[in-house]
């Protein structure tokens, strides 16, 4: 058996030499002193900006304000509107958000239950109370609606589709 014979380095400079060899930054990652981003939760994030889209909505109707309810539809959003035919594009709900304003009496109210997002969809169902007059006639409903949420470009939310029903 041959035995091998490092020459010119003692024991102790061997092992130094080991040693700084292990602690070279070749070997070993560099350590970071940047934390890691922080977790968001996307969820939240839309919930508060739909809640805010809410707020804007029934602010437009409290007011009267077509333009401004107009503002949180998309272009090409539908409403199925109970008993009536299917409005499709901001032009046919507009008229029929002005007809319905200017009615006497008019008063609409609506409460978010449950907003569900994913991705650049979300639904919300909730209910709602409507009154008005039209020729004399009182016309009072309550009901359930379902909306369906579209992200846009800009990361703003808009109506796509308007479902609500009758439960009077």
Not at 128 to 135: D, E, I, M, V
Request: glycine letters at 8%; proline letters at 7%; a positive charge.
């Amino acid at each position: 058996m041959t035995k091998h014979r490092v020459t010119g380095l003692s024991a102790p400079a061997l092992c130094w030499l080991v040693a700084l060899a292990a602690c070279s930054p070749g070997t070993q990652p560099a350590a970071t002193n940047t934390p890691a981003p922080p977790t968001v939760d996307r969820q939240a994030v839309d919930d508060s900006a739909i809640h805010a889209a809410d707020t804007a909505w029934l602010n437009g109707i409290s007011a009267k304000d077509t333009a401004r309810v107009m503002t949180l539809y998309a272009n090409d959003a539908v409403t199925l509107p109970p008993g009536a035919p299917l409005l499709t594009g901001k032009d046919a709900m507009r008229k029929s958000w002005a007809a319905q304003m200017a009615m006497s009496g008019f008063a609409l109210t609506f409460r978010p239950i449950k907003t569900v997002a994913a991705g650049d969809l979300a639904y919300e169902i909730g209910d709602y109370q409507f009154n008005g007059r039209k020729n004399g006639q009182a016309t009072n409903m309550k009901g359930k609606y379902v909306v369906v949420w579209g992200r846009q470009p800009d990361g703003s939310w808009k109506v796509l589709v308007n479902a609500p029903t009758t439960t009077q």
